[in-house]
């Protein structure tokens, strides 16, 4: 929404939320989320055609197009729990938009949700709202990727938007790619129906993890067999028809999207009575799991079958560089493994902050398990003392520490695991490191 009202500074756009400090903090100094490039586009914008309000009522009243992005978690209770996404949200949503409408809007979905949310919207507007109103329901699925989001909202490989095939469809969809038109090449804005829009999103993320976990089962074979994943992935993705991109093997995927959409995708190849399909997605998350676990494990061998009472350094807590989202981080498996095997653990991440990492740990304040977590403000101070050294995250910072200090202020043997492969693993060993890098 704040790259629309930069780019559109005759659009007014309003975005607003029940949760008070999250509100106030998108208009203070400080914006909640932590993204290159955000801070110019919002304080360009803010005051100017850009608001943020806790008062939805005003804001449903005044808008002509309203942008449905509230969270759709995977279902925690009840019915198909950990598949089917829970819509509560984007339901009472609905719900308030039909209540406080007093002309026709277009309603577009940005929440990722399952195929045919959109036919629910719909049901529940025009079930609500007064007779002379209509509404018209679009998907228009984001695709930006954190930590680069605003350089893919500047310029996306894609812009999608789903409607129904009907004339006020067709002319509601023409509408918001009319919005997306004033800097994107309309050769780049694709339009759909409802459900391959809806469908688009699920699957492209899908495809995305699906790479990344065939590379990290490939890792593993290649820890047996001497090969090395990095030389493979590069001669793989020479083959143009195969390409380079997220071939990066890794300790694991995280994130707010890859789980959740590919969980999706199997509640609804259930729904629709393809198990085969289901299982075939599923299997993804299944190797990302074991991923994590083999990595943890790697790290429990290593160090002599037990890390009973032994000071681990986590470097790198998000779950991937230039965010402060951990959400999924293959650091939180990683570490409450440690945890259960009574490891202290001391981690270090440039952005996220303590009070996300003791949520994640499930440290209560006054645990046990809390006395066992050290939260540093340098690599270095989480490295004295530690047995062992991990990089959970791919922080450019963490290629330029002086390695032969850390080495210094740590136990012997020292180890080191590069859950990233991103450090020179050669000089590392040549420092005294014995050293585990992912497929290698
Ligand atoms: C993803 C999609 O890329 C984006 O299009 C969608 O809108 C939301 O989900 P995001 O979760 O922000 O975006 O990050 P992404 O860059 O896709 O990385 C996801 C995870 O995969 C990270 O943990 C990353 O470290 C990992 N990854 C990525 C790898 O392990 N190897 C790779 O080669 C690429």
Redesign the pocket.
Known sequence: MAMIAYKCPEIKVTVADINESRINAWNSEELPVFEPGLDEVVKTARGRNLFFTTDKVSAIKEADIVFVSVGTPTKSYGMNAGQAADLKYVELCARDIAEHSEHSKIVVEKSTIPVKTAESLKTVLSANSQDDLSFQVLSNP??????TAVEDLNDPDRVLIGGEETEEGQQAVETLVSVYANWIDRSKIITTNLWSSELSKLV??AF??Q??SS?NSISALCERTGANVDEVAFAIGKDSRIGP??????V???????QKDILNLVYLCHHFGLPEVADYWHQVIGINDWQKHRFSKNIIDSLFNTVNGKRIAMLGFA??KD?NDTRE??AIYVGRDLLEEQANLAIYDPKVAASQIYFDLEADEGSERRERIELTDSAYVAAKGAHALAVLT?WDAFAELDFERIYEGMMKPAFLFDGRNVLDHEKLRAIGFKVYAIGR
């Open positions: 984001e695709f930006l990727a954190e930590g492209a993320n995305l993890a790479r990344i590379i991109k997220f071939l990066k093997a890794s694991g995927f995280g994130g707010s999207c890859f779950f991937k965010t981080s293959a791919e």
